[in-house]
């Protein structure tokens, strides 16, 4: 033990025993001391609050006080014991010892007529001193601790661990909730009574779990204060441990999110319009396409039409009055002819009237067979027996060809792909639909380009509709565009 000057009161009537004490304290030359003396208990307490005092020694029988009466008025006096007692008693008496052990003495010496206690009163001194001097550290790191998280806006916490849980600590902070620190731990109920009924089972299990195995816990719930006020938390605790690793106990935080989450529902509010809004833009164009086609077809290809007949007509009067037809002539029918099939690409491209006419899947093999024609690729398109025969929502066929069709699109212009598969069937209670080729593959630096946007489109359009869509591709591998869609999104509308 480092060398320390105490300060020793020594209350004892005895001059004999006062002397062999102050002789066995100055034979240990382990520490120095200034003793101080006092032959009343009364002397003893006007000395103590006078002057500091280490430590001291009281003999239980004194001329005015008693030992116990004694520690009474020390402690009524000061509020709390002002340095740690040993008592000196030649009574052979446990209650004695337990009555001034319960009245603030540290620790106690029997007297006996050897004088062998003597001998333990110098260990005995600095073991009281140097627990009261670990004690007073604890407190002031626990004063310090509360002082800092105190400060901070979070609830602090410590809690047992094991199926009978309770709160050990709780900051003052959880008057955000309108219940003191004091209700908080006593009643071990409240936590979870003030969970808002919505998210009481999944966050009781979570809180239940870590607490009875000592795993961490983050887990974010609404509490209702006493007020009826809902606000958001993120409860986040991990173990305490001691040297060995055994969990002692949790200590926690309980944040205050109600802010963000507010922000978060706000924005996911928003989301939720800007995808009605697109979705609503997507079926007015849908129907504006089909308008311009119907059009298209309507004035054009009547006009285109009308001008292949009349040369037509004109061509067969020449040929019965035996005249051969001007070339310029059959160069203008073949040019009508020309534009009639660009006017029948334009309508096939704006909205192909075999998806109105004869539904979804007819449309994909008919579309499949179009790419086939066109780019030399070889396309396989499969749909299973069941989803064949089931009748489609037609807001959902459109989404489902324009998506197919953005995708055949990307992999003809893209992929350098030879082959490119379309399959869709049922997986347990939803739509699968699956465009896959064998090309060299999309990156993932692709399919997350905000650049991208037929990709863009191509999610949007699936989740307006409560679909998820994947996009995956290895190099040399090919590129999987997958949608998966909810059944009950599926059938017409009743």
């Given at each position: 033990m480092p060398q320390s000057q105490l300060h020793i009161l020594i209350v004892e009537d005895d001059t004999v025993d006062r002397l062999a004490c102050k002789r066995a304290i100055t034979g240990d030359a382990s520490f120095s001391f200034v003793l101080h003396e006092a032959a009343t208990g009364r002397d003893g307490l006007e000395l103590i609050a006078r002057q500091r005092i280490d430590c001291i020694l009281l003999d239980y029988h004194l001329p005015d006080l008693n030992g116990l009466e004694f520690l009474s008025e020390l402690t009524s006096a000061h509020g709390t014991m002002p340095a740690p007692v040993l008592l000196l008693t030649g009574a052979d008496s446990a209650a004695v010892v337990a009555a001034a052990m319960k009245r603030g003495a540290w620790d106690y010496l029997g007297k006996d007529l050897d004088g062998n206690y003597l001998e333990l009163l110098p260990s005995a001194i600095q073991r009281m001193v140097r627990e009261r001097r670990l004690a007073e550290e604890k407190r002031a790191a626990e004063a310090q601790f509360r002082s800092l998280v105190e400060q901070i806006e979070a609830i602090t916490y410590t809690a047992s661990l094991g199926e009978a849980t309770h709160f050990q600590y709780i900051s003052p902070q959880i008057k955000r909730l309108g219940f003191s620190a004091g209700e908080w731990i006593l009643d071990p109920g409240l936590h979870f009574r003030q969970i808002h009924p919505d998210d009481g089972d999944e966050a009781i299990e979570c809180i239940m779990r870590s607490r009875s195995t000592g795993n961490a816990l983050r887990h974010e719930y609404r509490l209702v204060s006493r007020n009826g006020e809902v606000l958001w938390f993120r409860d986040e605790a991990k173990a305490v441990t001691d040297e060995q690793g055994r969990k002692l106990f949790l200590q926690g935080i309980l944040v205050d999110i109600t802010q963000s989450k507010q922000a978060e529902q706000a924005l996911l509010h928003s989301q939720a319009e800007l995808r009605q809004l697109a979705g609503h833009l997507e079926t007015a164009k849908e129907a504006e396409r089909k308008r311009i086609a119907?059009?298209?077809?309507?004035?054009?290809?009547?006009?285109?039409?009308?001008?292949?007949?009349?040369?037509?007509?004109y061509v067969e009067r020449l040929k019965r009055a035996g005249t051969a037809p001007d070339p310029l002539l059959m160069e203008v029918a073949s040019l009508a002819d020309n534009g009639f099939q660009a006017v029948r690409r334009v309508i096939t491209?704006?909205?192909?009237s075999v998806l109105d006419q004869l539904g979804i899947w007819t449309a994909l093999e008919w579309y499949a067979n179009q790419i086939e024609k066109r780019s030399g690729l070889e396309c396989e398109c499969s749909i299973e027996d069941q989803l064949a025969e089931m009748e489609i929502e037609p807001e959902v066929s459109t989404m489902l060809f324009r998506i197919a069709q953005e995708a055949l699109t990307n992999t003809v212009r893209h992929a350098d792909a030879s082959k490119v598969t379309i399959h869709a069937g049922l997986d347990s209670g939803s739509l699968t639909l699956e465009i896959r080729d064998d090309g060299k593959g999309i990156g993932q630096h692709s399919t997350e380009n905000s650049e991208s946007w037929g990709i863009v489109g191509m999610h949007e359009r699936a989740r307006y509709f409560g679909g998820e869509l994947s996009i995956t591709g290895e190099a040399g591998r090919g590129t999987l565009v997958r949608l998966r869609l909810p059944m009950e999104e599926l059938r017409t509308n009743e």
């Open positions: 119907q059009e298209i077809h309507d004035e054009l290809g009547g006009l285109f039409t009308g001008i292949k007949a009349y040369i037509s007509v491209d704006l909205r192909p």
